[in-house]
């Protein structure tokens, strides 16, 4: 009876000492692949070449998306805010939606999916077929050649998705808003121009999704290094990264929106 | 080549990221950037600010010539200063105008509407309106009406 409260107890304080322990190696994983600045010359390239495959081949996903939650915003908002006449607060609606909420959260849940899990599949099956290792026999660090030009990669291009995600958004919300449902277009930018703040929304928006991205990345590559280096350990290190992401930023999302907009 | 290629793409993406951020600034925020200086601030005080707010319109026969710089309470007479900033162009609003709140629609945003007046002097910097008219509190009016006080 106590034996098996003990053994309870003991194991709670296993899985403790795991969780602390994997968030000190992530720590010292972080500070390793970002502490060294490596030359212009040879750093450059991989990073454009991270860019590439985590920024620009995510686009499509993130414009189409963007195109169809502006769309759904200016049909749904339409419906319930012309019950109240007020139709022409559409734009007012559907830019604060996008800028504040929507914007950044769902390109970083598009992001960690698109792009986080090929990540930590890619990195994984470097473990698992020891590029890794074979790079540290060669005197290559793995940390700053391979992971932190796509920490960078992730960094860079989530607030500049974001952002694209918010335009084409607003934009697919004055498709169907103003040249479909007859809202007048001066009341569509008007309103918005009169409600939104640059600094409250916009750049709040920004910082939002800068802090996404670098959870997201870190959270990917982490789980790709620390990843068992077997076929069915790289696959449940990408499923972690597309559920440890998808939790962090909807988690975070609350935090940053209670400290930002939390006192009125 | 295929370097190359990769470069000038990763060098639109970042690209259209900057002109995403000027559409956010100039076409969605109203952003301007105008050098300072350009306005000149008057006060008004109210009864009741109502839904006033820093950067709500102030119009005069519906054209926008200004905007609430800041909404504060005077601490001797406990009413709501409001701040404006005029556009320096429109110099020659009468200084005996009056400083009226309304609400644009029925549930829209509020605002100061200026009605003119009749002097011949202008409103200028640091000038306080001495005729306003506070916010019109729908359910203030209800109760009134409710109580049988509306036709005091």
Redesign the interface.
């Known amino acids: 009876m106590i034996d098996g409260v003990v053994d309870r107890i003991a194991g709670l304080g296993r899985g403790a000492l795991a969780v602390v322990a994997s968030l000190g190696r992530a720590s010292m994983f972080l500070w390793g692949a970002l502490a060294g600045v490596p030359r212009p010359s040879v750093g450059l390239?991989l990073l454009?070449?991270q860019?590439?495959t985590v920024?620009?081949l995510s686009?499509a996903i993130v414009v189409v998306s963007g195109l169809f939650i502006g769309m759904v915003l200016a049909l749904q908002g339409y419906s319930i805010l012309s019950d109240?006449?007020?139709e022409?607060?559409i734009g007012q609606m559907i830019?604060l939606t996008l800028?504040r909420e929507l914007g950044p959260v769902v390109t970083a849940l598009l992001f960690a999916g698109r792009a986080g899990s090929a990540l930590t599949a890619e990195i994984g099956l470097m473990k698992a077929t020891e590029q890794l290792s074979s790079m540290e026999m060669m005197g290559v660090d793995p940390l700053r050649r391979v992971i932190a030009p796509r920490l960078w990669a992730g960094f860079?291009?989530m607030?500049?998705?974001a952002?694209?995600f918010?335009?084409v958004g607003?934009w697919g919300g004055m498709l169907v808003g103003v040249q479909w449902l007859g809202v007048f277009e001066g009341s569509y930018?008007g309103n918005?121009?009169?409600?939104?703040?640059?600094l409250d929304?916009?750049v709040n928006g920004?910082v939002k999704s800068l802090v996404f991205g670098f959870v997201c990345t870190w959270i990917a590559v982490y789980q790709g290094y620390d990843c068992v280096p077997t076929s069915a350990g790289i696959s449940s290190a990408t499923t972690r990264t597309v559920v440890y992401s998808s939790l962090a930023v909807l988690g975070l999302d609350f935090v940053l929106t209670a400290v930002m907009f939390g006192s009125f | 080549m295929a370097?190359r290629t990769?470069?000038i793409?990763?060098g639109?993406?970042?690209l259209?990221?900057g002109a995403?951020?000027l559409?956010?600034?100039l076409?969605?925020?109203?952003?301007t950037f105008k050098p300072g200086g350009e306005t000149y601030a008057v006060s008004a005080y109210f009864n009741d600010a109502g839904g006033l707010a820093p950067?709500s319109?102030v119009s005069m026969a519906g054209v926008t010539v200004g905007r609430i710089r800041e909404v504060t309470l005077d601490q001797e007479t406990f009413q709501a200063r409001v701040v404006i900033d005029i556009e320096a162009g429109y110099d020659s609003i009468p200084a005996d105008s009056s400083a009226i709140i309304r609400t644009s629609?029925?549930?829209?945003?509020q605002y100061i509407d200026i009605s003119p007046g009749a002097d011949l002097e202008s409103l200028a910097d640091g000038d306080t309106f001495y005729e306003t008219q506070s916010a019109l509190n729908i359910e203030r009016v209800i109760s009134n009406f409710a109580s049988g006080q509306g036709g005091e």
């Open positions: 390239p454009v070449r860019l590439y920024g620009v686009l109240f006449g007020s022409s607060a830019a800028l860079i291009s607030p500049v998705l952002l694209i918010s335009v607003i930018w918005m121009q009169a409600s939104v703040a640059f929304d916009v920004l | 370097q990769t470069e793409m990763v639109l993406f970042i259209a990221g995403a951020l559409v956010l600034a076409q969605v925020s109203g952003l950067r319109r629609g029925l549930l829209g945003e």
